[in-house]
């Protein structure tokens, strides 16, 4: 079966840093993808992962260890505009790739 | 560039309608995903297109839904006998190649009241 899970709402501080969690359990994988989702917008693409270890770019980073099916998220500096919905999916490999989707973290940035 | 389209951007039908929901990917895009998303809920994954044909449409929920890519560009979401339950966001996502980081159009926004 697949199943994803990740923490439903967090909540931080301007300035801060804050990490987003990801544990996975699927019968095929090709990689993770982490996607920002801001209110009744389409998901934008932040990062992938598909060999351990930590991926930077700017502000945010994303780690993956495949033997703990496991992956985080994490955003430095944080902003007001940062408060979203961040997306765990994990591509499940074959001829398709789809990504199978956690629920999202709600995360609010306050002042 | 453009990005991937989806048209149109809400749609307000009756129970028992019939609609299409219509996706522009972007241009060179091989691989073309549907995704059905409920409030509070993440994507989850309808039909996937590699050219014109279907080549995964394990995540159609029942034979109401269908999908086309005649010419292997634009894809077209059918729904038959509209049902509440349907009512949902329905994105679309494209990428270069299976594999490749999936790119999604803004979604359209289904009511069936």
């Known amino acids: 079966g697949q199943n994803i899970d990740q923490p439903t709402e967090m909540t931080a501080t301007e300035g801060a840093i804050v990490q987003i969690n990801c544990t996975y359990q699927t019968s095929g994988f090709n990689g993770l993808f982490w996607y920002q989702q801001h209110a009744g917008e389409a998901p934008t693409f932040l990062s992938y992962n598909v060999l351990d270890g930590l991926e930077e770019k700017g502000r945010f980073s994303s780690f993956l260890s495949r033997s703990k099916g496991y992956s985080y998220l994490l955003l430095k500096e944080l902003q007001m505009k940062d408060s979203a919905s961040y997306l765990c999916a994990v591509t499940h490999g074959g001829a398709t790739n789809k990504l199978i989707f956690g629920t999202g973290t709600l995360l609010a940035v306050q002042p | 560039g453009a990005g991937v389209s989806q048209t149109p951007s809400n749609k307000v039908t009756e129970k028992g309608k019939y609609v299409e929901l219509r996706c522009d990917p972007i241009s060179g895009h091989t691989a073309l995903y549907w995704y059905r998303q409920s409030l509070g809920q993440g994507p989850e994954f309808l039909i996937y297109f590699q050219g014109t ?19 292997g560009s634009v894809s077209t979401l059918k ?35």
């Open chain 2, 79 to 113: 729904i038959q006998r509209t049902e509440r339950g349907d009512s949902a966001v329905y994105l679309c996502a494209s990428s270069f190649g299976s594999g490749e980081t999936q790119y999604f159009g803004p979604g359209t926004r289904l009511l069936v009241l």
């Open chain 2, 53 to 71: 044909g279907a080549a995964d449409d394990s995540g159609l929920p029942n034979d109401r839904f269908f999908a086309v890519r005649p010419e």
